[in-house]
């Protein structure tokens, strides 16, 4: 909400992994105590606007916001933000009947919002009819105030990514095409403004792809082009604008020529892309994943000597047999959890889903290949879970589980393992949709089958009863049973412990978190001499600089450090306090770059 008083929504952040092992409570998160503070000032308003709507109704709306601008942050707790964006949609409308000019903007992009949530959530046919509302009021602004255009378009496009979701591609296609005229005016009426250039660049290739897929490969190649000559003409006024778009939009038209047999036309486009992966090799490293796995998804492949060429070139691929069904599933999911890790989690759910829908058609007639299946389900839900995809997630790791469970006494030394690991996920995802006791009973038949793993290999097994430990150490915490969290967390790190001391460099990092969260569960249960010597153990540790593992895991070992800080402080060790909050400022600073 404005200053004014307008309703605006600041969009979705990117969503990220759990961010793990934060008490609840005395160790929330800072985004959860701001979180718990601003439901408290929200319920406050919601009673004031009951009783006096006039007066208050509008500062309900702008402290409901601001829960829901923080609630964006978790991802976790999505399905909560969508019932109260429906609420604050509500809201919205009361405003915007009083006072159209002032509200209806405001509306529309909660609407807008409330779609996009709820299509995350795997809701599609739910997330339509706000999507086609926020359609209609911004196209009705638009008429009045052409400001309003680029809403529209962004409403459009939101309006046609619910469509195609739902299989409707041809609807999803005119709204799209709409998007990409509304840009291309905004475009033409600034010819010199390159973000508006580039944002018609844009759409134009998500448009040429979309193209492609249905089948309309002349169209698609007419659209790229187009897309090709502006990203050329943007490249003279900001070289370095949207280089990885540039170089997709030239891959997907080599492709599309190759599927008109035009194949001999696409050297100029890549040789082009060759000289832009040069230079994203160069300046964007973690984009390398991404253009390998284009690349090969896309037929080509980098020569020794630096060209892009189709992959068969040079070779007679008919002469030899393709691989096996096991050896694509196990490729598309190797690549798939490759990207995920390096950040292209769009490109890794599409790679995942693609091993599944492989491994389902190959069980049917392979019924020993359903173990691939329940592996690439789980590795999906993971991936699901680390895209913002909460209820996506949960569906297929309670697939995985229940296809390990009917497989367990046909090959328990395969199955076993992975049935553990599926079910720490699934408990990790019940949990994150508040079924705090559904995700305790599988966290703990998780750590059960670790422990049996683990005392009949402890070399390969160990470190998977940590993890699940670790994970029902969260769980018995959601559940109030703090005693038996803290047993857990001290076995974590007596396990680590073990571990570290035979390969340090592969096991401190689950060392240092075990022993920050062994601080926080002291402190819980009130053992306040003991919660000392982990933390500072934890900090010392950390002056060897080891791996902490993705950005997500930094971020969760800084708040709970940055707690631990405030309640060494609070019991009156201010030296070690300063040294705890240091070591929670400089992980911060790590993880934002």
């Known amino acids: 909400m404005t200053a004014s008083g307008g309703l605006v929504t600041g969009g979705t952040r990117p969503a990220t992994a759990d961010t793990g092992d934060v008490m609840a409570g005395q160790g929330a998160s800072r985004v959860e105590q701001e979180l718990i503070d601003a439901q408290r000032e929200a319920d406050h308003y919601r009673r004031l606007a009951r009783a006096d709507p006039d007066q208050y109704l509008s500062g309900f709306a702008l402290r409901l916001y601001q829960v829901c601008d923080l609630l964006t942050q978790l991802p976790e707790r999505h399905e909560e933000l969508a019932a109260l964006l429906g609420e604050l949609v509500e809201v919205g409308r009361r405003l915007a009947a009083s006072d159209p000019q ?5 509306l529309a992009l909660l609407l807008g919002q409330l779609a996009r949530v709820t299509g995350l959530l795997g809701h599609r046919s739910e997330a339509l009819a706000p999507a086609e509302e926020a359609v209609r009021i911004h196209r009705e602004l638009a008429r009045e105030d052409e400001s309003h255009l680029h809403d529209l378009a962004d409403s459009l496009t939101n309006l046609g990514n619910q469509l195609a979701e739902l299989g409707r591609h041809h609807e999803a296609l005119d709204h799209i095409r709409e998007a990409v005229e509304v840009r291309r005016r905004l475009a033409d009426r600034r010819p010199n403004a390159v973000d508006r250039a580039a944002e018609l660049a844009s759409v134009l290739v998500d448009l040429g792809v979309k193209l492609g897929e249905m089948g309309r490969h002349r169209d698609a190649v007419d659209t790229l082009r187009d897309a090709i000559g502006r990203y050329r003409a943007i490249a003279g006024a900001r070289p370095a604008t949207d280089l990885s778009h540039h170089w997709v939009a030239l891959l997907s038209i080599s492709r599309e020529l190759a599927h008109q047999d035009r194949a001999a036309e696409s050297g100029p486009y890549l040789q082009e892309a060759a000289v832009l992966y040069r230079r994203l090799a160069r300046s964007s490293p973690d984009f390398l994943a991404f253009m390998t796995a284009m690349l090969r998804r896309y037929g080509f492949r980098l020569t020794e000597d630096g060209l892009i060429v189709r992959s068969e070139t040079g070779a007679r691929r008919s002469a030899a047999p393709g691989p096996s069904p096991l050896a694509r599933i196990q490729s598309l999911n190797e690549q798939g959890l490759r990207l995920a890790a390096n950040g292209s ?3 890794a759910l599409g790679m995942l889903r693609d091993a599944v829908a492989l491994a389902r058609q190959a069980a049917e007639t392979t019924p020993a ?8 389900l789980h590795n999906l839900g993971l991936v699901q ?16 589980v229940h296809l390990c469970r009917r497989s367990l006494s046909a090959a328990p030394h395969l199955v076993r393992p992975l049935l553990a690991d599926a079910l720490d996920t699934l408990g990790s995802r019940l949990a994150s949709l508040g079924r705090n006791h559904d995700a305790l009973a599988a966290s703990q038949e998780s750590v059960a089958l670790h422990r049996q793993l683990a005392d009949a290999d402890p070399t390969a097994h160990l470190a998977g009863l940590a993890r699940s430990l670790n994970h029902l150490g969260i769980r018995l915490t959601d559940t109030d049973r703090h005693n038996d969290a803290l047993a857990a967390t001290r076995e974590v790190v007596e396990i680590h412990r073990r571990l570290s001391a035979a390969e340090p460099d592969g096991h401190l990092p689950g060392l240092i978190h075990g022993l920050s969260n062994l601080g926080l569960r002291l402190a819980r249960v ?13 900090v010392e540790l950390l002056d060897q600089n080891p791996p902490l593992g993705p ?3 930094v971020e969760s070992l800084a708040e709970s450090l940055a707690w631990l800080g405030w309640w060494l402080r609070r019991h009156a060790h201010r030296k070690e306090a300063r040294a705890v909050t240091r070591a929670a400022k400089e992980l911060r600073r790590k993880t934002d770059g």
């Open 102 to 106: 002032r509200w209806l903007p405001g």
């Open 345 to 347: 989690l769009g490109l």
């Open 369 to 376: 290949l359903v173990i691939a299946l329940a592996r690439s």
């Open 385 to 400: 879970a680390w895209s913002g995809r909460p209820a996506e997630s949960l569906a297929s790791c309670a697939e995985a």
């Open 526 to 538: 009130g053992r306040d001499d003991e919660v000392l010597a982990p933390t500072m153990e934890a």
């Open 551 to 553: 950005g997500n895991d």
